[in-house]
């Protein structure tokens, strides 16, 4: 990744607190474009509106600022932006990349000709071609809404491309994963199409996140390509998870920075703590962010997830130095 012109972002999501692992990846992320001599810019991504805790993304940019990051500009948040959105939905609907699905979650599962786990389900295209208009769908499948599909039926269902930390990456997006979903807003006003406007419209040069995404890389390159853009770089770094290998949740404890800025931790404990978990720091050690811009080296960065170790009932210091003691 060349220094010229870097431009990264952090995009916190206001579903829940900032917790330990959230940290984590930003902190390779800021460090990513700071190393860089890059940008940084600061993005809320509010569209999940059912999941939105209130005061979660404040809080989210308080905690992140206590811990000693800042950013290029002020805050982009999506909820203001639909009618970007709008306008790229309109691009993908009247070129029929994308079309109006009214197939509910259980319909997908039922089609599926294989056992199969997880959040992502193949999908045959069932409804490609089946409404000529939103309005048409939306009809038939009322009170439910339907919701934009991604049709792969075009050639070059496969994607290839070079992660910046896991390596090359091919995959056949029509084969494994079919039409996927790309918003479930008759305005597009969804993850996976307006990040993909967004990095595109603010000149996002790489994305840093964690590896959970790692699978949405292909599909987004899809829609990035169809919109006539040219998708990001990305570095996606191991998750912070807990003792039984699943990212953090409440069951492995209280790891909202919150939590720990009100037990009475300093930020230079946390960002220590954090940094030895990345290996830039040989064991946790107190420090600033802006000290560990000399010290990132993506190299240094352990491939395997970090496993969080704390448990409820302790102390901060207590929670972070048991926590480290197994790294």
């Not at 860089?36 to 404040?58: F, Y």
């Not at 805050?75 to 309109?90: D, G, H, K, L, N």
């Not at 091919?170 to 996927?180: I, N, P, Q, Y």
């Not at 930020?267 to 064991?283: I, K, M, R, T, W």
């Amino acid at each position: 990744m060349s220094a010229a012109a870097y431009t990264g972002r952090l995009a916190p999501s206001p579903t829940g607190a900032l917790h330990i692992g959230n940290a984590r990846t930003f902190m390779v992320a800021w460090l990513r474009a700071r190393s860089l001599g890059g940008r940084i810019l600061m993005r809320i991504e509010d569209l999940d509106h059912p999941h939105n805790k209130p005061g979660a993304a404040e809080q989210a940019l308080e905690d992140l600022r206590w811990l000693g990051f800042d950013w290029d500009g002020g805050e982009t948040v999506q909820s203001s932006r639909r009618a970007v959105y709008r306008e790229a939905c309109a691009r993908l609907s009247a070129d029929g990349s994308i079309y109006p699905c009214v197939c509910s979650r259980a319909d997908v599962e039922r089609a599926q000709s294989a056992p199969h786990a997880g959040e992502q389900l193949y999908y045959p295209g069932t409804c490609r071609g089946r409404f000529r208009t939103w309005d048409e769908a939306a009809a038939f499948c009322a009170p439910r809404v339907p919701l934009w599909r991604f049709s792969t039926a075009a050639p070059g269902g496969t994607v290839s491309f070079t992660d910046n930390f896991a390596g090359p990456r091919s995959v056949d997006v029509a084969r494994t994963l079919g039409d996927f979903p790309v918003a479930r807003d008759r305005d597009g006003a969804g993850y996976m199409l307006a990040s993909v406007v967004d990095d595109h419209l603010q000149g996002v040069t790489e994305i840093v996140r964690g590896d959970d995404l790692l699978q949405a890389t292909a599909p987004q390159t899809m829609i990035a390509r169809a919109l006539g853009f040219a998708f990001p770089e990305t570095f996606h770094v191991p998750l912070a998870v807990g003792e039984n290998g699943m990212r953090l949740a409440k069951r492995h404890g209280d790891t909202r920075i919150a939590s720990f800025r009100a037990a009475g931790a300093r930020p230079e404990d946390v960002v220590g703590f954090l940094a030895a978990s990345c290996g830039l720091l040989p064991e946790p050690a107190p420090c600033r962010l802006c000290e560990l811009v000399p010290l990132f080296d993506p190299a240094r960065i352990p491939r395997k997830p970090f496993v969080w170790r704390g448990t409820d009932g302790t102390s901060v210091r207590d929670a972070l130095r048991y926590a480290t003691r197994y790294m």
